[in-house]
Each structure stands twice: as structure tokens, then as C-alpha cells.
């Protein structure tokens, strides 16, 4: 039996056909980052500039959650970070739950790879995805204990480019993330 790697992962989903999204897509979008991250961030799918050079938050979104980490003091480096979904959707929908239930399993070797003490939910797909019930708004900025995993919740850095006002709300976000992984005594 072999050992499952996140080397073998990125390489199975570059390799991907397994939904319809394979079609349209110039690169799949594997996870990256630290191995062994005690935050892992998940969002919802890759973006244009994500498809283009085949890596996770590298486009607008990615800048948003570069500088915010960086005002709060979290290394990228330090972190994990991927999506729900590993291909971009057609003119950046939301990708269906078809699409979401064939790409959990990436998602899922993904976090027993890494093992994260706080899994960082970035938008309401990410949320639906991995919380399944409840409502985002109420439960944004919290942490949420879900089969023996812990969820902090907050908007996903797109909703930025489409409000700007929400900066305020994702920075206050991630300073409680910084918080509350300061009072659990789990590094970043």
C-alpha cells in the first residue's frame, strides 16, 4: 500500500477528468503551500489568473489575502491554500454540488495530509461545502467545531473586489483568527 503525498495529489489533479470542468480548463488548480501548516485556507475555485498559471490565490483575490495576512502577520509560506473545486467554472460561476462531490476527495486527502489545527472557510461555497448547515453571516469571525475539526469563518478576499467596504470586515476577521490561534497556542 502506498503512501499518500501532497505531491501525489497535485499530480492527480493536474491529471483530473473526473467532471466536466476538465473541458474548459487551461491548468487544474492543486493546493500549495506548507506541508505541514497548522492553518489551511479553503476557498471556492480557481479564477482566471489561477487557471492561467495553474496555482491557487494568485489573481486579485490572492493579492487581498496576501496583504491582509501580512497586516496581521501571517506568512504565506507557513500556510496551506486551496479550493473546493480544483478547475475554474465557466465565467467564474459557482461551481455545482456534482462538481463540489467529485472534488471533495482531493479535498479531503488534502487535510489528512496536512492535518491543520484551524481550517480557515473563506466564502459562502467553502462554507456550504464544509459546514453544510447554518448561515456564513451569522457564523463569520467564529470558530466552529465540526467532526473533530476546527473551522474559523470568514468572506472570501473576492467579495473585495466587488465591495470594498468588506476590507474591514476580512482584516477584523483574520486579527480574531490571529487571536484565537494565540489563545489555543497553535502557531503561525
Known sequence: MSIDTIDRIRDEVINCRLCSLC???T???PG????KASIMFVGEAPGRNEDEKGRPFVGLAG??????LAKVGIVRSRIFVTNIVKCRPPQNRVPTEDERRVCCKY???ELS???????CVLGRTAFQSLIGVGNILANRGKLIEKDRKLFFITIHPAAIIYNNKLRCTLEKDMQTLVSECKRLNIPI
Open 23 to 25: 473541458k474548459n480548463r
Open 27 to 29: 491548468n487544474a488548480v
Open 32 to 35: 500549495e503551500g506548507n506541508f
Open 63 to 68: 493579492k487581498i489575502l496576501d496583504e491582509t
Open 107 to 109: 479535498l479531503d486527502r
Open 113 to 119: 495530509i496536512i492535518s491543520p489545527r484551524i481550517i
